[in-house]
């Protein structure tokens, strides 16, 4: 109630400020459009002094274009007066009577008065022209801008009234080195004074337009006066406006703050109150599971060290065998793969061709979570198809011992992190390999190392080594097995069934097996989605700070979380129900695949005869496709399945019998048909273990 009470308050107060600035914002329109006007008027003044600067730029660049035609003239005259020496000039005045070409070139040079004095077209004025010291420095230093027309027009009156003479450069070369410095600068002058000549109206006109510029340029500086104080004027109403419009702005900030803690607050209660139920659950559930944490935690880890060489029926043994004696608190229903893995994974390991049974998920785990690199015993090749799908991905790397090259690549995927598998592996592990298996790494500069021979390389975290063999029954020492992790996937009844009846339900029902395989996908990715909105929404709780009705994020994955529990919930409980009814139906061909495993079973057990009897599982599944495919479909399903089997029975005998000598053919028909009676609980095992092995005793005592 307080709350908005106080939200009320905050209401009226803005209401206020907002008034304030309405009418801050008048006058700063007011102002804004005569700095406007004044600013427009600048800007014309502007670009009129721009523009009249450009004329004027022009104007003068045009005036020195022209004037640089003269240059090199003038250039070419400074040039010709350092090869003058001074003794050449006092030989030029020692002359009472000298050439004509260099009396007349000496009587212009005094023309233009170099020395400053008053001087005439004599011979008398050119020798005491001659006769100054500094001579030369003056014709180099010489102001050619002071030449006057007089000068001009006299010089060339010399140059017409002797023109019979030819006063050229060439001429005056042959008779003196000093007449013809002077000519050549005579006629530079006189070339330099005709093209000024025509650049001075232009220089007149760019003085003129340079005056009209500085008046303009006055006249823009006191409008920029003008603008600037108005300017001034504008920023301190500009200042006033931005402090009370953030006055105005900070106080609708807290009253939308308020509003929306409200609405959140709401929210909130409403969200967990939801949640409420499903959290107790989970919370009595993690209490029970405390109780048991530390069996459950003790046995997963022993399960990964010791139990990866032996079968199904040994591990399970184990396990109960381990439960009866430590007297630890574990779970009723203790399943390793609870502890170790999510239904997530096992969806994606069965999807990359690993097998659903017990067996082969557990193989699974001590394949990705032992501390030690797996040596996986796979005579079927079930382990190297499952990993070469599963880590395609990420650059698997596929060697076996005997290449000549698998050390480099081996180095490539150690130091990039990248997995390796060793394929076709025999009894024997190169010792080179040791550094690895052993994982004899060292830190140095913030980096882990390995030396491997006599090279040391990075080491990623993130390799992963695989070792894989086809041998049934391998004896590997003890050097080895204490380096590894020995894994057994010999395939077993359990797992080899579930695998036929795939096989099965797909040949005889696929669109039941396509929907199983859709649902069962649909099933974790709800489950997936579902653990995501309850870990982000616990995640946000825990992690808040603050006050928690500002989380944005939390409200919102909360409202996320109330929207879709309900509905993925819905979903995964409707998921189950059809997943219950596609497995009866499922389960209908269940004779078939049991049949099928039977006849692997017993096509391997001939290996016991002879080594030579080796079976394929993949050739065995070709066999038993082919079964299925040559049986005749029927209308019901009881006869299907009774020709199913039949068939299956008959290919596959046949088919083993082709391998095999003929005197084991018999062994192998009583072995097949005690297998198929044992299954179907015709037989009675005590009383073939009497026919078989003659232990009275053991059989009357059964009895």
């Known amino acids: 109630m307080s709350d908005f009470i106080d939200l009320l308050l905050e209401q009226k107060t803005v209401d206020s400020k907002t008034n304030d600035v309405e009418e801050l914002i008048k006058a700063v329109e007011q102002k804004t459009e005569v700095a406007v006007k004044s600013n427009e008027e600048a800007s014309l003044k502007q670009a009129m002094v721009e523009d009249q600067a450009k004329k004027i730029i022009h104007e003068k660049e045009k005036a020195d274009s022209s004037l640089m035609e003269a240059l090199p003239a003038v250039e070419a005259a400074a040039e010709a007066l350092n090869n003058i020496r001074r003794e050449d000039l006092q030989e030029l005045k020692s002359f009472n009577n000298p050439p004509i070409h260099v009396k007349i070139v000496c009587q212009m040079c005094a023309v233009f008065r170099p020395t400053g004095e008053k001087l005439d077209d004599s011979w008398g004025d050119s020798k005491k022209m001659l006769g100054n ?18 000068m ?12 019979r003479h030819e006063i050229t450069v060439e001429n005056l070369a042959t008779v003196s080195q000093a007449g013809k410095g002077l000519v050549v600068w005579v006629l530079a002058i006189l070339r330099y004074y005709e093209v000024a000549k025509n650049v001075e109206p232009l220089r007149e006109m760019v003085k003129k337009m340079e005056k009209a510029q500085a008046r303009t340029e006055s006249e823009l500086a006191q409008v920029r006066t003008l603008l600037d104080k108005l300017n001034e004027e504008l920023r301190e109403l500009n200042k006033g406006y931005r402090n009370a419009n953030n006055d105005l702005t900070e106080l609708q900030s807290q009253a939308m703050i308020m509003e929306k803690r409200l609405t959140a607050a709401s929210n909130l209660m409403d969200g967990l109150t939801a949640e409420r139920s499903r959290w107790s659950n989970d919370s009595s559930a993690l209490g029970r599971k405390c109780d048991t944490l530390v069996g459950d935690s003790l046995l997963a880890a022993s399960f990964l060290s010791y139990s990866g060489p032996f079968n199904a029926e040994y591990r399970r043994d184990l396990i109960q065998g381990f439960f009866g004696s430590s007297g630890l608190a574990h779970s009723k229903d203790f399943q390793v793969q609870n502890i170790l893995t999510t ?13 659903s049974d017990k067996h082969s998920i557990q193989n699974g785990i001590l394949t990705t979570m032992g501390i030690r690199f797996p040596l996986c015993i796979d005579p079927q090749q079930q382990a190297v198809t499952w990993i070469k799908n599963t880590f395609a991905a990420e650059q698997l790397t596929v060697k076996t ?22 394929e076709n592996v025999l009894e024997e592990i190169d010792p080179i390999l040791d550094p690895v298996l052993e994982k004899a790494v060292f830190t140095g500069n913030g980096s882990t190392f390995i030396c491997l021979g006599d090279k040391m390389m990075e080491w990623d975290n993130n390799f992963r080594l695989f070792f894989c063999t086809k041998l049934s029954n391998p004896s590997y020492t003890p050097e080895i097995t204490g380096k590894v992790t020995m894994i057994n996937y010999c395939v077993t009844k359990e797992g080899l069934t579930d695998q036929l009846l795939n096989i099965v339900v797909k040949h005889e029902r696929p669109e039941l097996e396509e929907q199983f395989r859709i649902l069962v996908d649909e099933m974790a990715q709800n489950a997936k989605l579902l653990r995501q909105f309850e870990d982000s929404l616990l995640h946000e709780l825990s992690s808040s700070s603050g006050n928690i009705l500002d989380n944005d994020e939390l409200i ?5 979380t109330k929207a879709n529990a309900i509905d993925i919930q819905n979903k995964i409980a409707s998921s189950r129900m059809a997943k219950e009814k596609i497995h009866e139906a499922r389960n ?11 006849l692997y079973f017993a096509s391997s057990g001939l290996s016991s005869i002879n080594s030579i009897y080796e079976v394929s599982l993949e050739l065995f599944l070709k066999q038993f496709i082919r079964a299925l495919d040559s049986t005749h479909p029927e209308m ?55 026919f078989l092995e003659g232990r009275l005793r053991c059989w009357c005592t059964s009895r």
Not at 133 to 150: F, G, H, M, V
Request: a positive charge; charged letters at 25%; glycine letters at 4%.
């Open 133 to 150: 010291p500094r001579l030369l420095d003056l014709l180099k230093a010489y102001p050619k801008d002071s030449i006057t027309e007089k």
């Open 343 to 355: 239904d997530v994974i096992l969806q994606h390991w069965n999807a990359k061709g690993l097998p």
């Open 636 to 690: 019901s399903l009881d006869q299907r399945l009774h020709y199913l089997v039949e068939s299956c029975t008959r290919k596959i005998y046949d088919f083993t019998c082709m391998g095999i000598f003929e005197q084991h053919k018999l062994t192998f028909s009583f072995y097949l048909t005690c297998m198929v009676l044992e299954d179907s609980g015709k037989l009675e095992s005590t009383a073939l273990s009497f």
């Open 152 to 163: 001009y027009r006299s010089c060339k009156k010399m140059l017409s009234d002797n023109e």
């Open 588 to 598: 209908a061909y269940q004779s078939v695949a049991k049949r099928g495993s039977l």
């Open 401 to 422: 011992l005997k290449d000549s090259d698998f050390m480099k690549h081996l180095e490539l995927a150690i130091r990039f992190g990248k997995p390796f598998l060793f």
């Open 556 to 560: 919102s994955t909360l409202d996320k």
